[in-house]
């Protein structure tokens, strides 16, 4: 069995670095697609762009890693299958499923990795990439702003254009968020404007008219001012056409350890339950209050101060509801990424118990056939993911099941194939179904000739 079990190991190695090259090759023209025209635009030093691309690679590997190993199972069970080498391993007393314990045991060590790989080198990496991105950003940011994509500019503005003449730089339906540490968040909404550089400053230029500054209450968060303006000019400073590095002090979801997220979740649950707590002792101390001035126990001056007294509740009720569901959100959206770090790599356990039956009943040993069906399986699986990831943020779905639901489905379906094969149970429904999906009519010699 020792011999038999390198055996078999030995088959999945050329499948599985065929695959893992044509996935990576595969999403590396994503990412090219992607970002190869802000590079050009921006006039990146290739230095830069091959540093941008290397870091890129972290996440291409979480999803190229499962796709090989099914790619890889398919194509060697496939082979063994179409040589009848499974069927004398069989004639020999070797039951199937010792076949696939080897597989499995692979798969597990390779879990293992995929998430030690997640937990410690993707965040990192994906940390690194944001700021070089940003960084990127701030280069002629004239160049890439572009209609309906929020671009990121120094001094912590946001913009977000409808349209643009790039004729003229004339924009149109114009909103701009800026965040900074020393001052209010600010909102600046404008119907029209337009965008040009100060070479000799190094200043961006940008003249908005017709709009309205939102910006909230220093004192009171729950309160905001309203300026409503003719015309109005914000100067950014540029960080020049060179590219300056910087160091980014806040974590996204994605750049953050699984032990970070809990963390993270765990003080967000906090204080959404402290936010109810607090709305449950302002409505207590305050609801007996109005009552009482409403049945004319507690005199007042006049209607007004009751309606001031209300107004002044529901205000802070409201503000107390919006922390509570902001808190809750982030806490949904950390828990969503924490099921998700784990749920991806335990994938490749699932995709063997899969990949194999599938392998089995196809007999046919290609790299073709198995990268077809492998990129099939993962496009339905990556699709329940997304989809799952959707609903666990909006709240739809509890994140633990919405993360963990496309392993049970695809893990459950690998599950009945592979005890139907090991004990070549006849299910003719899905047999022929799986038959169909599998066994790609190839033309015989003799049709060919």
Known sequence: MSILARYVLRQHLIPASAGLAIFYFVLSMDFLVDYLNLFIAKGVPGLFVLEAFGLSLAWMTLLAVPMAVMVAVLTAFGRLAGDNEITAAKASGVNV?????????????????LFEFGDRLLPAANYRLKGLLVDIHHIKPLATIEPRVLTELPGGYSVFIDS????????????????SADEPPQTIVAESGVLS????????????????ILEADADDPTKFHRLLFDKHVINIAQGGSSLIRSERSRRGDRELSVAELASRRDANRAEAATGIDDLRSLLSSHTDDLLAMSRGEIEFQSNRELRDARSELMRKAQGELRGIAGSSKKARRLDVEFHK??????SCMVFVLLGAPLGLR????????????????????YLFLMGGEQLGDRGYVDPALAMWAPNLFFGAIGLFLTFSTCLEWRAAPITRIVDFIVRVPVP?????K
């Open 197 to 212: 550089m100060d070479s000799a400053n190094d200043v961006l230029r940008v003249e908005l008219l017709n709009g309205e």
């Open 164 to 179: 643009m003449d790039s004729e003229t730089s004339e924009v149109f339906s114009v909103k701009i968020h800026r965040v």
């Open 444 to 448: 015989s010699r003799s049709n060919a």
């Open 341 to 346: 770090k784990l749920s991806i790599p335990f």
């Open 97 to 113: 499923f010792s076949l696939m314990l080897p597989v499995l045991f692979a798969a597990l060590l390779i879990t293992f990795g």
């Open 362 to 381: 196809s007999r046919r040993g290609g790299i073709g056939i198995g990268a077809g069906i492998g990129i099939l399986v993962f496009l339905v699986y």
